[in-house]
């Protein structure tokens, strides 16, 4: 089975902070940054704005590309961006990323996590049958 593989960046507002990752599936995981799912780095510096992807056929190659790309200097990174960005717009409408799926991510993850809260170790939702 091939899958799909994404090398991405992130950015916050002022286009001063970079993040780069990888992914199976750009559209969710775009999401989850823009819906602040993870409280990592994205989250800490609020890089929120796709401004660069690239897209491989096996996810071992963007892995791969990812690898490399994490040890170029921020200037190269910058030029990689310029060249099919030049205003460092935000990408993510371009994929498909829309407010509703962003708040759909976000009310997706928060029950997860309620359930996960509600899994029946506290002591009101035990049955003592008493």
Not at 14 to 23: D, E, W
Not at 29 to 55: P, Q
Not at 104 to 112: D, H, L, M
Request: hydrophobic residues 30%; proline residues 1%.
């Amino acid at each position: 089975m091939k899958r799909t593989g994404f090398v991405y960046f992130m950015s916050n507002s002022h286009n001063n902070v970079l993040y780069v990752g990888v992914t199976n599936n750009l559209l969710r995981r775009v999401a989850e940054h823009k819906a602040k799912i993870n409280k990592g780095f994205t989250y800490k510096y609020n890089c929120d704005k796709l401004v660069y992807f690239e897209e491989y056929a096996l996810v071992v190659d963007a892995i791969a590309r990812e690898k490399q790309i994490k040890n170029w200097k921020r200037e190269w990174k910058n030029e990689l961006i310029k060249k099919d960005n030049p205003d460092w717009n935000d990408l993510s409408e371009t994929i498909g990323v829309t407010e509703e799926l962003i708040r759909s991510t976000k009310e997706y993850y928060q029950g997860i996590a309620g359930q996960a809260r509600n899994d029946g170790s506290d002591s009101q939702s035990l049955n003592t049958n008493r």
